[in-house]
T-cell receptor
Framework: DTAVSQTPKYLVTQMGNDKSIKCEQN?????MYWYKQDSKKFLKIMFS???????INETVPNRFSPKSPDKAHLNLHINSLELGDSAVYFC?????????????FGSGTRLTVV | GQNIDQPTEMTATEGAIVQINCTYQ??????LFWYQQHAGEAPTFLSY????GLEEKGRFSSFLSRSKGYSYLLLKELQMKDSASYLC????????????FGRGTQLTVWP
């Protein structure tokens, strides 16, 4: 069983389109995150949700809108895609908002905007 | 803000020992993590230090000095499969665990 699963694994789309990435965790964790890894492999936090509520928004453009229908799911919707949005997006989860027991990452979604 | 520095690349041979250093400057420090990331895969948890000292876990050990803003990951008895990127990450905050990553150290293990 995959602990944190993301779909799709690859996404190629044109500038200006709107796309969504889905994430689900079956670990029973309370907190979920979205991270972005750029071409230089720099992994940067975007959002954090705890029990469906947004608790961290790291100055991400409002074209990015996370949605958490329940604590096991955290989806990422991106409007009006730009070339600079090309990156690998990782979903992660932790047992609680402190992250004290470590973070489990999904396998990533490679987004390419052309 | 926070500055997390680690070498970009390192190489070593099978069976050797390698030490990957990480220095950081941050406010609200609440722990340091090391992750391993193979190309095209998710980062996987290796170790966690919140107090000064050495944490040993099989072939991998991690050290932390909070006063110096310094950590290292020690890998012993290197194997080819240890070729990967090693990410140092600092957690800030006691109530909300924001995890901030360095740019990673790409380790190549040669036969």
């Amino acid at each position: 069983d995959t602990a944190v699963s993301q779909t799709p694994k690859y996404l190629v789309t044109q500038m200006g389109n709107d796309k969504s990435i889905k994430c689900e965790q079956n670990l029973g964790h309370d907190t979920m995150y979205w991270y972005k890894q750029d071409s230089k492999k720099f992994l940067k936090i975007m959002f954090s949700y705890n029990n469906k509520e947004l608790i961290i928004n790291e100055t991400v453009p409002n074209r990015f809108s996370p949605k958490s229908p329940d604590k096991a799911h955290l989806n990422l919707h991106i409007n009006s895609l730009e070339l600079g949005d090309s990156a690998v997006y990782f979903c992660a989860s932790s047992q609680d908002p402190t992250g004290g027991y470590g973070y489990t990452f999904g396998s990533g979604t490679r987004l390419t905007v052309v | 803000g926070q500055n997390i520095d680690q070498p970009t690349e390192m190489t070593a041979t099978e069976g050797a020992i390698v030490q990957i250093n990480c220095t950081y400057q941050t406010s609200g420090f609440n722990g340091l993590f090391w992750y391993q990331q193979h190309a095209g895969e998710a980062p996987t948890f290796l170790s966690y230090n919140v107090l000064d000292g050495l944490e040993e876990k099989g072939r991998f050990s991690s050290f932390l000095s909070r006063s110096k803003g310094y950590s290292y990951l020690l890998l012993k008895e290197l194997q080819m499969k240890d070729s990967a990127s090693y990410l140092c990450a600092v957690r800030r905050g006691s109530t909300l665990g924001r995890l901030y990553f360095g740019r990673g150290t790409q380790l190549t293990v040669w036969p």
